[in-house]
């Protein structure tokens, strides 16, 4: 892989006669260039980040990625060695049961056939970059409980990650694309599309055009540009905070729809997730990736600056729900929510959240001094969580690793893990609402061609990733990202 930064000097050897330029260096646009490369295709690929920055929004996951499978004998087939394999049991997961959780959680406003493409291509696509050198393992440490005899048990839906989480999964990329003769160029921000009787023939850059005969975007949607997230989400997202990459900023987008690109997917809605709030450096952190991010409300009950609660903490596995919960904490009085937890649902939280480094939650013996010691209104707190407590269905036991209708029936209800913060001390973590992705992009076919307001195909144009809209609405079930990109980028690349 050739590494360029900036501006050549008039020595270099002019890279506009690529024959597919691809904007964006995550996931998906490194799995067009992978795809284009293999055709023998001379591949360009152009980040806007400083190398020391690259990697997308890719970067900041922990790299789950949601995958069809037959079992663990098929995942086995594709995944690191590791000692537990014998000791594990992983559920099949089917295509039909992608779909129905695609349906599910955006109520059906997604792309049906969209999603149809992304599920059936989930597990040919993770084999064929596993084939190319991608590493991946199973989900351990966050979709598995260990029984008591030793065994693993996964759960979710979700049992697959990338070895090294986003670094490692980026790291992998990069190799890869070296291999092929993937030609990468840093620091090098695409501000507009070139185009000749109607067909894109390339991109410039400041001054600078880079023609080819396809350009795919892959850079992403619009979430770090404040101004577009007020327009398009509303008034109070310039307040969110940004959990991935500074360089989204929906550039490509808006220069895609300027040569008559259409809007594709809900541009009203993002995965947006509850983050923490307490600590100084809490936007697109390199170091702490996805480390910032506060999943273990289910077992607990999340409140307001009133003391109230305002979300069903139980109404569905982890996995469904921790994508739009971002929004509601936004709602709340200063975008800020507190977790709350005691003795015994604390022990139960995952250590690489909730034990990160520099994390300072409130702690304390009585729950009014909780309550004031977070500035949380004592009085409401103290009454919200006596009526919760009060409200249990205590004949149903506790089973975490199910949804087991232990119900608290009060409103909002809690439909599942409901029990009673009763044992000091007990613990309150600061969130406010991060923003990872927009869900609205450019309207592309099912191989990724952008598509104009009549509907047709723009010649020489392809989006995958983040950038091509449609996918999710509402909602987003966790590792959907990442093979989307990667099922749509291979695709995108293998027309481009």
Known sequence: MRVLFGPRDENEVDVRNADVVVVGGGCAGYCAAHAAALRGRRVLLLDKAPRSSAGGNSYYTIGSTRVVHDGL???LRIVEPDE??????????????????????????GDKALAEVVA?????????????????????????????????AFWGGMHLSSVGGGPGLMS??????????VEVRYECAVTGLVTENDAVVGVRSGEREFRADSVVIASGGF???????????????????????????GDLIEAALAIGADRGGDWAGCHSVPWDASYPANE??????????????????????????????G??????????????????????????????????????????????????????????AAGIDADGFVRTVAEFNASIDTARPFDHTVKDGRRASVEPAKSNWATAIDSPPYYAY?????ISFTFGGLRGDLDGRVLDRSGMPIPGLFACGEALGGLFSGNYPTGAGLIAGMVMGRRAGSLA
């Not at 295509?95 to 406003?109: H, K, L, N, S």
């Not at 992998?172 to 003769?181: I, Q, T």
């Not at 697109?284 to 109230?308: E, K």
């Open 315 to 372: 109404a569905d596995l982890r996995n469904y729900t921790y994508a739009k919960y971002g929004r509601r904490i936004l709602e709340q009085p200063g975008s800020v929510a507190y977790q709350i937890f005691d003795a015994t649902s604390r022990s139960m939280l995952y250590g690489y959240e909730y034990d990160m480094p520099g994390i300072r939650p409130v702690v304390a013996e009585r729950l009014d001094e909780l309550a004031t």
């Open 84 to 109: 537990r394999h014998a000791r594990t049991e992983v559920p099949p997961y089917p295509a039909a049961d992608f779909i129905a959780d695609m349906e599910r959680v955006t109520q059906g406003r």
């Open 430 to 434: 600061p969130v406010t609402c991060g």
């Open 120 to 152: 059936h291509g989930s597990r040919d696509a993770v084999g064929w970059l596993h084939a190319l050198g991608v590493r991946f393992e199973l989900m351990y440490d966050r979709q598995a409980h260990e029984r008591d005899d030793g065994t693993f």
């Open 284 to 313: 697109s952190n390199r170091s702490l990736t996805n480390r910032l991010s506060r999943y273990g409300y289910p077992l607990g009950i999340v409140v307001n600056r009133d003391g109230r609660r305002f979300v069903d903490e």
């Open 172 to 181: 992998d990329h990069v190799r890869v694309a070296s291999r092929l003769g």
């Open 223 to 249: 979430e770090a540009n404040e101004e577009l997230r007020q327009r398009h989400l509303g008034d109070g997202w310039q307040h969110a905070k940004v959990r991935g990459t500074p360089y989204n900023t």
């Open 73 to 75: 004998a098929d995942l």
